[in-house]
């Protein structure tokens, strides 16, 4: 029995565990609690699918006992159990990036929060906030040998050859002083009650009890006798097949904190019951806060699905489109077979139509609560307005019902506003929904081709989410508008309705402009045009012909690993009005104008938030200018 080394991840977490995450530490109990039931669902999912275990009978059950004397509490199960392997993958090692996530994750405000623990699949660690040692004795189903991992929680653990006469495992925790008080029935029993009385299997604690017979010793002094007892405590029914009218909110809030580990109720919750071609049962959590991993890659799903109450699986992506990764809940079929494959899972049609039906649910949901409670509805969208606009992108068949979801800021009103409340306020005759992205907020709002469209009363929506260009483009129109960005060409139309024709001077004076800029910048740009609608303090501005790709995108498409990409030129929109245009018209010396031309170029770049691509050439031209 050699002792072996903790991965360094697991000894900084153990450490954190030990010296800092105090706040709540009952916690443990609900923890190995979620773990034991768990394993439980492993082994009744393995008896239906696999082969070596199809029809392993067993009656699944947690135990619970304490010793006040020796100061130990041990947590047992039936379930699924550990082979030595295993032991070492689960409780030694990084099995999954849960621990070095929640390690990141936790910044200086959030280090005496340890609800955070469970969040990271990493809740069998918290033992360690109450015991000085940890002993786990576990038999995996279908195996004959039993193991003991055994750890003081520091840099080593140990497995050697242990006895367990079935499948399951044993947590016994050695308490440390400041978890002495777990040792006692009463508290016990209240935390199982409180975090734990949705588990769909029975939880039994045992413990001995003492009391006096009717009859006397011979000296007349009563007798005492000490029985052994071994009680449910939890109600052991799944929240979700109850009638809804019997769930009272808090019962519901609590089975979503216990169930997610998660420390503030959710905003809302949704809980349905679907008859017909297909019968099924959901309930559905919105966070109050997007989960942290929601933009990672390998993001846990919220969603585990059940056929007839038997647990089948919760990491699979596609019980839900990805764009709804942020939703919390419970899927329960009556009509998938029970062995059902997580392959077979995704071609079935029964699990098509509830996946169907579930989003429908969910957006209308989500609508009616936009409609009725626009406070609630802020908080949703301030969490969840990104994942919404993904829907937009990837999922046509709901596209509609998005379009009415998702919220924008504008350029007339204050914090978001939806598509419909924008046509609503549309100036008559008004040919398009007119909007700018490409950057942030700031940067948008001060763009100098915002100032004609404010100025005639057209508003545009102000798009600073770095998606909002490839998703309005594959959107293209709302209600039979369509989209038109102010900083790209072909959204003047309704700008030019009041313009006078312009003499044959004017003309000839703006295409003179034109060349002269053309010639002077080249091939940094696409082309050159004359327009009046930039702001009187703005020379210029870079814009993107109708047909090529925003700067934003460019930017966007190279992060996401697009490769090498041809540079896709923009258009300089330059304003004949400003002093440095005049300067240029009225200048023959091609090296001055050359100079004056790049400084316009590279200031509209830096007004865009992007760096000119030679600095140092923009500030020593600007220098001798002001020289």
Same mark, same amino acid.
């Given at each position: 029995m050699g002792k072996k080394q903790f991965k360094t991840e697991v000894s900084d977490l153990l450490n954190l565990i030990i010296h800092s995450l105090y706040?709540?530490?009952?916690?443990?109990?609900?923890?190995?609690?979620?773990?034991?039931?768990?394993?439980?669902?492993?082994?009744?999912?393995?008896?239906?699918?696999?082969?070596?275990?199809?029809?392993?009978?067993?009656?699944?059950?947690i135990n619970i006992s304490f010793d006040e004397k020796a100061k130990t509490l041990t947590i047992s199960d039936n379930g699924i159990g550990m082979s030595e392997d295993e032991l070492n993958e689960n409780l030694g090692t990084i099995a999954s990036s849960g621990t070095k996530k929640f390690l990141q994750a936790l910044g200086d405000d959030a280090r005496k929060n340890s609800n955070l623990i469970g969040q990271f699949g990493v809740g069998f660690y918290s033992a360690f906030m109450v015991a000085d040692k940890v002993t786990v004795v576990s038999r995996k189903a279908g195996e004959d040998k039993a193991f003991r991992w055994e750890s003081e929680g520091k840099s080593t653990y140990t497995v050697s050859e242990a006895e367990r006469a079935s499948q399951g495992s044993d947590i016994i925790l050695h308490l440390n002083s400041d978890g002495e008080d777990y040792a006692n029935r009463w508290q016990l029993e209240t935390l199982i009650k409180k975090y734990s009385d949705h588990i769909a299997y029975p939880i039994y604690l045992e413990y001995?009890?003492?009391?006096?017979?009717?009859?006397?010793?011979?000296?007349?002094?009563?007798?005492?006798?000490?029985?052994?007892?071994?009680?449910?405590?939890?109600?052991?029914?799944?929240?979700?097949?109850?009638?809804?009218?019997?769930?009272?909110?808090?019962?519901?809030?609590?089975?979503?904190?216990?169930?997610?580990?998660?420390?503030?109720?959710?905003?809302?919750?949704?809980?349905?019951h679907a008859e017909g071609a297909t019968e099924y049962t959901t309930l559905f959590y919105i966070p109050a806060k997007a989960p942290f991993d929601m933009y990672y890659a390998d993001y846990r799903p919220g969603v585990k699905l059940y056929v007839k109450r038997v647990y089948i699986t919760d990491d699979d992506k596609e019980l839900l489109p990805v764009w709804l990764r942020f939703v919390r809940g419970v899927i329960d079929s009556e009509d998938l077979p029970l062995n059902v494959s997580r392959e077979i899972l995704q071609e079935n049609r029964i699990m098509s139509a509830i996946r169907n039906g579930s989003v429908k649910k969910l957006l209308g949901e989500f609508k009616k609560i936009a409609d009725n409670n626009p406070e609630l509805y802020a908080k949703f969208i301030e969490q969840y307005n990104r994942p919404l606009k993904e829907g937009l992108y990837s999922d046509y068949a709901n596209r509609e019902a998005?379009?009415?979801?998702?919220?924008?800021?504008?350029?007339?009103?204050?914090?978001?506003?939806?598509?419909?409340?924008?046509?609503?306020?549309?100036?008559?005759?008004? !040919?398009?929904?007119?909007?700018?992205? *490409?950057? %942030?907020? #700031?940067?948008?709002?001060? =763009?100098?081709?915002?100032?004609?469209?404010?100025?005639?009363?057209?508003e545009v929506l102000i798009m600073d989410d770095d998606i909002d260009d490839i998703v309005t483009e594959m959107v293209h129109e709302y209600k039979e508008l369509p989209f038109k960005a102010i900083n790209r060409?072909?959204?003047? !139309?309704?700008?030019?309705?009041?313009? *006078?024709? %312009?003499? #044959?001077?004017?003309?000839? =004076?703006e295409s003179e402009l034109a060349d002269k800029l053309k010639k002077a910048l080249g091939d940094r740009v696409k082309d050159v045009i004359v327009s009046d609608r930039l702001a009187s303090d703005s020379a210029g501005a870079i814009v993107m012909d109708e047909n090529d790709p925003s700067m934003q995108?460019?930017?966007?498409?190279?992060?996401?690993? *697009?490769?090498?990409?041809?540079?896709?030129?923009?258009?300089?929109?330059?304003?004949?009005?400003?002093?440095?245009?005049?300067?240029?018209?009225?200048?023959?010396?091609?090296?001055?104008?050359?100079?004056?031309?790049?400084?316009?170029?590279?200031?509209?770049?830096?007004?865009?938030?992007?760096?000119?691509?030679?600095?140092a050439s923009f500030v020593r031209e600007v220098t001798k200018l002001l020289g």
């Open positions: 706040s709540n530490r009952e916690i443990f109990l609900r923890e190995l609690i979620s773990n034991a039931s768990d394993a439980i669902d492993k082994l009744k999912y393995l008896s239906l699918s696999d082969e070596k275990l199809k029809g392993f009978s067993f009656e699944p059950c001995d009890q003492e009391h006096y017979k009717d009859e006397k010793d011979s000296e007349g002094n009563p007798i005492k006798e000490v029985e052994h007892k071994r009680e449910q405590i939890n109600s052991a029914s799944a929240l979700w097949t109850r009638p809804k009218s019997s769930i009272k909110d808090e019962e519901y809030k609590d089975f979503y904190k216990n169930n997610y580990s998660d420390s503030e109720d959710p905003l809302f919750y949704i809980h349905t998005l379009l009415e979801l998702v919220r924008y800021k504008s350029s007339e009103v204050e914090g978001y506003t939806s598509l419909a409340s924008y046509k609503e306020r549309m100036k008559e005759g008004q !040919s398009a929904i007119y909007y700018i992205s *490409g950057g %942030k907020e #700031e940067i948008l709002r001060n =763009s100098p081709l915002l100032a004609s469209y404010k100025e005639k009363g057209y060409t072909g959204a003047t !139309s309704d700008l030019d309705k009041d313009k *006078g024709e %312009k003499s #044959e001077e004017v003309k000839k =004076s995108m460019q930017r966007l498409l190279k992060q996401m690993g *697009g490769g090498e990409m041809a540079e896709v030129k923009p258009i300089l929109e330059v304003n004949p009005a400003n002093s440095l245009m005049r300067k240029i018209a009225d200048s023959s010396d091609d090296d001055y104008v050359a100079r004056l031309a790049s400084i316009v170029l590279d200031e509209a770049y830096i007004a865009e938030g992007i760096m000119p691509k030679d600095p």
